[in-house]
């Protein structure tokens, strides 16, 4: 299969969909891969390093798209991208289309087969190509947060941690997990006073086991998610529905009782945010202020340390990359029921039931696509 890997183009996005080493796996199995020159140079990966694994180089995206039968990319596909798509070509990327409606309307009419990194599952119920990058945003989270509540970027003027004899900041976490477990364990780290919400109350209990008394945990009812929110100096968003739009939690009025300079650091933006106020910012200009509340919105968070989020990206995707490649992505999706719920988009039909359900599509059964 001829596997292309265009530059990603998102703000500040210096991730590639495949490493030199993942390149080189790839070349072994038989593939060719074509990557467009320069797209890994932001993190060191010379245009060299793919020669080296065994890739040729494009000299422009539009190469790429024009003849890879599998496009193998980071973030979802801007619009000069998916315009670019067409059917019998296969997308490999993360996608959230839930809350983008010009991006599925985008995919929907290349006839593209796209499957989204975000909703592939795994055996023990978890999400195995986003929770790398869920660690990653959930690690970062406490420390965008605590830039942001320093006095000269918004902020109450806060320690995470306090000092002796001043008590820490109260971070609250609405979502415990892969990022809120991430985010809460790091706060904790930095000293921070730092409980979780969730509706999950098995998922409670694991995270009471593993944290004992050192992080509080809280069943996520309104009551209760309204009045740690209402004392916090940090939120961190971090629930998901896979697939489907964030819930609004944190409605515009309940914000403005919020303390002056507290910071909200929403991490589910990327599926629309759980805070009504909510919208998606970029690592040039990643805060703005409502209502006193300084709010972090990068919906791509993972973006700005992408040397490491590239390695632990590809150590996930890899294993589905070449089934993909080796099988075509019929045969690899009957075998792999994990992989089939991945397919978001195929031939003009949403094939994902909560993306069909966010924005009024008819919903195309995997086992009719399969067919
Ligand atoms: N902004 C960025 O750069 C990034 C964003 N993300 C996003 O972060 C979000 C969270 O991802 P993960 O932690 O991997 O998901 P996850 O599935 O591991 O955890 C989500 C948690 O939310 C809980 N939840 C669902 N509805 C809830 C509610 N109403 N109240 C309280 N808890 C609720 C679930 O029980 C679950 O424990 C996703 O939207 C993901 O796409 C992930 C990585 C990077
Ligand atoms: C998951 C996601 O949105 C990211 O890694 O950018
Ligand atoms: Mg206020």
Known sequence: MLIGVPKEIKNHEYRVGLTPSSVRELVAHGHKVQVETMAGAGIGFADNDYVAAG??????????????????????????????????????????????????????????????????TDRAGGLPLLAPMSEV???MAPQVGAAALQKANGGRGMLLGGVPGVAPAKVVVIGGGVVGTNAARIAAGMGADVIILDKNVKRLTYLDDLYGPRIKTQYATIDDTEALVLEADMVVGAVLVPGAAAPKLIKKEQLS??????????????????FETSKATTHADPTYIVDDVVHYCVANMPGAVARTSTFALNNATLPFALALADKGWKKACQDDPHLVAGLNVHAG??????????????????????A
């Open 137 to 139: 945003a959930g690690r």
């Open 55 to 120: 890739a040729t180089i494009a000299a422009s995206a539009s190469d790429i798209f024009a003849s890879a039968e599998m496009i193998i990319k980071v973030k979802e596909p801007q619009k000069v991208e998916y315009e670019q798509l067409r059917e019998g070509q296969l997308l490999f990327t993360y996608l959230h289309l839930a809350p983008d409606p010009d991006q599925t309307a985008g995919l929907v009419k290349s006839g593209v087969t796209a499957i989204a990194y975000e909703t592939v």
């Open 257 to 274: 009782r919020m303390k002056p300079g507290s910071v909200i650091v929403d991490v589910a933006i990327d599926q629309g945010g759980c």
């Open 349 to 370: 039909k949403i094939t994902y039931k909560a993306v069909a359900d966010a924005l009024g599509y008819e919903y195309l059964p995997i086992e009719s696509a399969l």
